[in-house]
């Protein structure tokens, strides 16, 4: 995936701009694709909704049971004073009640190498067998080979449709330098340098 590739609405934009002086829409002569699709299609819907390029975190968490994590793309900085995150997650899912009822979590960016990790966290809850991972002293499980990690504390949730949006306080945060895990369209992929 090329950092200097133009989004398609971008390169349509460009294209309707008056270009020195001149009237009417600059031709590009840029193949057009199918844009529209009926938003009740929930399998159109989730196709168009991956060509938003994201990052790779896993969630991790303490319960009775023992250390529980969960892969999500669905991360974002909301604010910085106070420092907030946020993720989401789906009501349906087995981990559902585990990561809303908690109180702390720890929220790990991905690097380019951790794949593995990031497909055996979203097959199983207890997939810490299957990577580097220790208990902090904060009582969180963490994983080890992260670009960053966050210590969040419960600030707010949010019901949204089959999701519940979790808002988090960041009350602790490490990071080192790397390249990222990127996930679009079903695939992992990463920045080209140019």
């Known amino acids: 995936m090329s950092a200097t590739a133009a989004?398609?609405?971008v390169r349509a934009a460009i294209a309707n701009e008056p270009q020195?002086?001149?009237?009417?829409p600059m031709n590009m002569h840029a193949p057009q694709s199918a844009f529209s699709l009926?938003?009740?299609?929930?399998?159109?819907?989730?196709?168009?909704?991956s060509r938003f390029a994201t990052g790779v975190t896993i969630v991790t968490t303490m319960t009775e049971h023992g250390p529980i994590g969960m892969t999500a793309n669905s991360f974002s900085s909301v604010s910085l004073e106070p420092p907030l995150s946020l993720w989401s997650i789906d009501r349906k899912s087995s981990r559902y009640s585990a990561f809303a009822d908690s109180a702390m979590t720890a929220i790990h960016v991905l690097?380019?190498?951790?794949?593995?990790?990031?497909?055996?966290?979203a097959k199983r809850a207890d997939a810490f067998d299957e990577t580097d991972w220790a208990m902090a002293s904060d009582g969180l499980p963490h994983i080890g080979g992260c670009l960053a990690r966050f210590t969040c504390r419960r600030y707010g949730t949010?019901?949204?449709?089959?999701?519940?949006?979790?808002?988090?306080?960041?009350?602790?945060?490490?990071?080192t330098d790397g390249a990222p895990l990127i996930f679009s369209q079903?695939?992992?992929?990463?920045?080209?340098s140019t």
């Open 111 to 121: 690097s380019a190498d951790q794949e593995a990790t990031c497909l055996a966290f």
């Open 186 to 192: 079903g695939e992992f992929g990463g920045f080209i």
């Open 38 to 49: 009926p938003v009740s299609d929930t399998r159109a819907l989730r196709s168009a909704f």
């Open 7 to 9: 989004p398609l609405a």
């Open 20 to 24: 020195g002086g001149t009237e009417g």
């Open 158 to 175: 949010h019901q949204a449709g089959d999701h519940t949006i979790l808002v988090d306080e960041i009350i602790g945060a490490q990071m």
